[in-house]
Structure formats: C-alpha cells, structure tokens
C-alpha cells in the first residue's frame, strides 16, 4: 500500500526529500506559500549531483484543510521562526493515525507541536545537507543528504523504521537514532556557534571563522558551552567533538553558511531555535553561556534590523 | 609667547581642535596625509554648531622631518591602528621640551609612546566630541566638545595647565584630571560596548541597541566586565555608573555610533585600542572577560573582511 505524505514548506530542504520519497513510491502532496503557482502549475525540477529528475506531487495545496487524503506522514520543513505557528498551520491534516515529522533545525523545536498533539507520534529528524532554492520550483542539491531520525523524545517505532526504509529506497541514508535529542545536541554544536558568527562577523566563510583565531575562540567556548549545558541536559557530547569539528571546519571548501545565505538574501533567522532556546535551556539548568548570550543578543537585533530593511526594499 | 603645536592626523577630532588652538593664537602646523594637496591648498573649514570659521595652519608638512620649529606640544590624533607606529611617525618632530599629547581614543594606548620617549612629557587627552570630515579640508562639528586631559600616567604639570588653559580661552571646555588613565577606564565604559555592538547587529544606532533587550544585555554585561577590570587595575569605575549609561544612550537622538559610520566607509576600526588591550589587560589581571572577548572575536574579523572588501571596490 502506498504511503501518504504532505510535505509543509516547500523550501530547499523539504522539497529535495519530498521529491526523493516521490522517487520512492509515496503518494507526496505539498503545501506551498508563495511559490503555490509555480509549483501547481510545473511541480518541482530537482538538479542533483546524483542526477536531475522532476517531482510532481500527488497534490499542490496553499492550506491543510483542501488536503483530501488521510495523512501517514506530515513532514513539517518550515522554517522555525516566531511568526510559523506550526500546529495551527498543519492542524486540519492531522488524524489520528498520522506521524508528525519535524525536519527543522535547532533545539526543543519539538515541544510546541508534542504539545498540541498528544495522541500522535512526533518524529524528530535532522538533515545532513547542501541544498538551495535558486528559484520557486526549482532545487539545486549540492552536497550530502543523509537524514536523522527517531520519535521524540526517544525511542524507535514502526512508522520511524518504515519512513527511514522510505528514505533509503529513494537512495537517502538515513539512520534511526532512538536517541534523537542527542542527536540534535551534536548539530547544535556546528549550527550554534558557525551560522550566527557568519552573519556577525561581517559575511563570513567557514574557513575565515576557524583560521581567525581569536573568532575560532568565541566558536571553541560557544562549543564548550553547548557540550556543558547537553551533558547536564542529559546528552553528553564526547569531549573530542570540538577538536573534530574544528579540523572538519577547516578542511571543509569555503563556504557561506544557510544562515549568512538567508541574512544575504533579506530572509528571516532562525535565531530562537539555534540561539533562544539553547539560552532558555541555561537558564532553566542554571549553565552560565555569556559566549551563547553574546551572539543570540547581537544576532537578534541583526535579525530584526534585516528583516526591516528587507521590508523597505 | 606663542606656543608652537603640531597636529599629527587631520583627522576630523584633531582637526577640530587644532582649528580652535589657532583661533587661541597658537602657532599651529598640521602633519597631513592623503588630504596634504588640499590642506595645504586652502586650509580647513570648519562648520560648527558654535559659529562658521576657516583655518589657515602656521605650516602644512607631509612628514615630521619638514617642521621647522621646535614643538611646545605634539598632538597626535590619528587612529589607534597597528599599521600606525606613532613614535616612528612623530620622532623627527620631538625636541626635548615637547609635551606629546596623544587625543586618541582606547585604553593603554599610551604605552608605545611613553616607552619610546622616556624623557618626555606625555599628556593623555581624551575628547567628547561629535564631528565629521565629509571630506578632506572640510570639518562638521556636530555637538559637544569637550576634553579632559591629564599627565600619564598621573598628576598635573605647568604644560598640562597650559594647553588647558588655551582650551579654554579657545572656548573649548576642559578639564585637568590627575588621574587619566580612570578617565580612560570610564570612556571605554561606553566605547567598549556600543561602538563594537553597532557594527556586529547589523548596523544597529544607539536607540537600536538599547531597547532590545538582549543586546542591551550584552552591553550591560560588557560594562560589568570592564568595571571589574578598572576596578582590578586600581581605577574603580562608581557601580552607578551602568545605570546612567544606559539612560542617559536612551535619551540621546538616534545615532550611528563612529565605529559604524567607519565601518560603513569601509574604513579601519580600532579594534585593538577599544577590545585587543582591554583583553589583553584582563589575561595580565586574570580577571574573565567572555563578552568582551566574544566581541573581539567577531570585530578582528568583520574589521578584517571589510577591509578586504574596501581594497577590492
């Protein structure tokens, strides 16, 4: 029987999973924004390093209640930003049988979607991606794409394992991690400190921000303060982490950040949930991170300065 | 008997106050760069809140080695920049009875020449003051004015009297302060924080940075830090002293702060005087500094890619 999934933001990264798990065999319908027209009206062209292919969904539609079909899957891919309401947004999809897929970036992303649906399955899920949107219907995979997942907040299940065969039939690694929020901590500690001091220092590249050395220090204590407040949370990070990601860092190809791309391109922070809620979680653990608070004090007055500026344009 | 200055850095401060020592009756010579052609062509105009006039420098030289006089006073009012090496800059001008002035801003920026001139007289200036060289030969006093001067590193002396005195009779408010280096310490209270922030959130004014309240934060803390230091090195900044900052930057009209009108042009930011010696201070005091240092972390780069930029364009 074929699987039924509605994707919710048809972003890069929502978009090149939901046309890889159409690959698959699933019945993938999308919720589109602003690109409802284009994609309605041509589906979505992936070009791939692993070859280019086109995406046609079962269904395009601009809200969850035309959604005719009862949903196994809802992948939400949104953004994680204030103003996205996520349970109101995906609400008339949801039935009793449906797993909630939260493929987002940052930390307890989870919390206000478990709470409003608590008779469903929540799936946390990370990817591992380089991928763009140059133009709406259009989605340019440069590199990587494996994927993370497991229930939240912990734990394996039937439907985790089906949608991670899912996703390697179309030939995406995935892993089920029953320890998913560990996961998430490890992400953090790239995402905390690289994609905030990108934007900050000035339009910063990868290599610039590890060949600095006194940025590569405000990266290290960042990273020393994310692994304190992960073990304390219950997490713990292996100590050789930092070392790891900082030679990874450097033999990485320059490159921009997700973050400083979007901050380039006027678009909105993901600043709560790479930066608000690590602060929110030190504060209720009671970790002191003046490295964590310096950043999320001037990345949010970057933000809001940017989305001001982008509204004038 | 006329005393003889020498301007060193026609920078739009050093400008200003020259323009004024002149109107006093010195006899004031001015050491120019890029703008030599112009200075030297027509002098400098001033345009200030307190009346209009022009300023026609005793001599216009290119280096030290071409002043003819023996200097009362050496005022230096260039940047605090690591590619400027004021003792070298100067020496050709320094004859035994010469007070060097250093009208620059930051903390411990005296060092370098305190050390290369042993026997000289050193007076530490510092001024409040808010004016622009929109371009060269021509200075925009917006507001303020004072300054506050004293020896380094302590006390009084007839000279310093003397070139307060002609301050003053210039209609420049001034003060003698026998203790410089705690002046010093309460400027970089506000320098530390805002100039730094303005340029790392985005461009961000004065208002800006003040009502949100996680940046306001980070100033805050910064200002703790730097209290704590003052405080440590023998200069206890009033612990008042933060409150009435932040009130008095919230009722002050929006503003770029210097350091971003600087960054804007693409132009070098005192990085070192402001951040790199407070830290550095802090390492010899042991006293731990994580916002002041995230700042530096961030401004050594965003200083460092701006200027990159700046040569490209």
């Given at each position: 029987m074929k699987l039924n999934i509605l994707l919710i933001g048809s972003g890069a990264v929502g978009s090149y999973y939901a046309a890889r798990l159409s690959q698959a065999g699933a019945r993938v319908s999308v919720l589109c924004r602003s690109d409802y027209d284009i994609v309605k009206k041509q589906g979505i062209n992936v070009t791939s390093v692993s070859g280019d292919y086109h995406f046609t969904p079962e269904a395009v539609i601009?809200?969850?209640?035309?959604?005719?079909s009862q949903a196994d899957y809802i992948i939400v891919a949104t953004k994680v930003l204030p103003e996205i309401n996520v349970p109101e947004l995906i609400k008339p999809a949801v039935s009793p049988a449906t797993a909630i897929v939260l493929l987002q970036n940052g930390i307890e992303i989870e919390e206000p979607v478990a709470a409003a649906f608590t008779d469903n399955e929540i799936i946390s899920a990370i990817a591992f991606i380089s991928v763009h949107r140059p133009e709406y219907g259009i989605i340019q995979h440069m590199d990587y794409g494996r994927i993370v997942l497991g229930m939240y907040p912990s734990g394996t299940s039937g439907k985790a394992d089906a949608l991670a065969r899912l996703f390697r039939n179309a030939g995406v690694p995935c892993d089920v991690n029953p320890d998913i929020v560990s996961a998430r901590w490890g992400k953090l500690m790239w995402n905390a400190p690289f994609n905030p001091i990108s934007v900050l220092a000035g339009g910063a590249t990868t290599a610039e921000m590890v060949e600095s050395e006194p940025t590569r220090k405000v990266a290290v204590e960042v990273m020393k303060e994310i692994a304190a407040l992960a073990e304390k949370a219950g997490h713990p990070i292996p100590v050789s982490t930092i070392d790891t990601i900082i030679t990874d860092t450097k033999a990485m190809a320059p490159s921009k950040t997700s973050m400083l791309q979007d901050y380039e391109r006027g678009r909105p922070l993901e600043v709560d949930a790479i930066l608000g809620n690590t602060i929110r979680i030190a504060h209720r653990l009671q970790v002191p991170v003046p490295y964590c608070e310096s950043l999320y004090g001037l990345l949010s007055l970057a933000d809001s300065i940017n989305r001001v500026k982008n509204r004038l344009r």
């Open positions: 601009s809200n969850a209640g035309e959604y005719g």
